[in-house]
């Protein structure tokens, strides 16, 4: 096989055409989605949250109340922790808005430019599990081999992975103040 351009190319003999060495299978209408949520730590990767509806604002305070906000008192009995969000429209809610702002003293919301995958750590991590996935053979068939494939991918994600994304954000920072708000190495 010969991938080029977003098209296979097959070569065989006249005799092998229906071998299964010679065929590619493809999905139809596009197959499907799954929809999770992740967090991390400096110390350790977070669980994945899959998400059965629509995101919006209260799936997002749903997850934030039900899911973080136990998982941050755990981590941080004493307050301490900071929580990242890049506000989209649902992160910046008035509903959400006013859970963070009842519990800041739990958690500290790091204000956060909207879509700057420079300073967004998890983007990179995502980036890890999508690396991940691509490279099964066979590829995920259904939407139940796909979430769990993801979990998989993300389990496997070594400390060292994360750690140094945490360390990194001094230098991305530095970079995209360099920079002026534009493009970066990261």
């Not at 350790?44 to 059965?52: A, N, Q, S, T, Y």
């Not at 998989?152 to 530095?174: D, G, K, N, Y």
Request: charged fraction near 20%.
């Amino acid at each position: 096989m010969n991938h080029a351009e977003g098209r296979v190319r097959i070569w065989r003999k006249r005799h092998e055409s229906m071998h299964p060495t010679c065929m590619s299978t493809t999905l139809q209408a596009g197959g499907g989605s799954v929809m999770v949520w992740g967090m991390f730590s400096w110390h350790e990767l977070g669980p994945l949250i899959r998400v059965e509806q629509r995101l919006n604002s209260t799936t997002y305070l749903s997850i934030i109340a039900d899911q973080v906000h136990p998982i941050m008192l755990m981590a941080y009995p004493n307050g301490g922790g900071f929580f990242q969000q890049d506000n989209v429209p649902c992160h910046g809610a008035h509903i959400v808005q006013e859970l963070f702002q009842e519990h800041e003293g739990d958690v500290t919301l790091l204000r956060w430019p909207p879509q700057s995958p420079d300073l967004n750590p998890m983007e990179h991590l995502w980036d890890e599990v999508k690396r991940a996935i691509r490279q099964l053979v066979p590829q995920p068939s259904n939407l139940t081999e796909l979430d769990s494939a993801i979990h998989q991918a993300w389990c496997q994600i070594p400390h060292i992975t994360f750690q140094h994304l945490v360390e990194s954000m001094p230098r991305r920072i530095t970079a995209v103040l360099k920079a002026k708000g534009g493009p970066t190495k990261y």
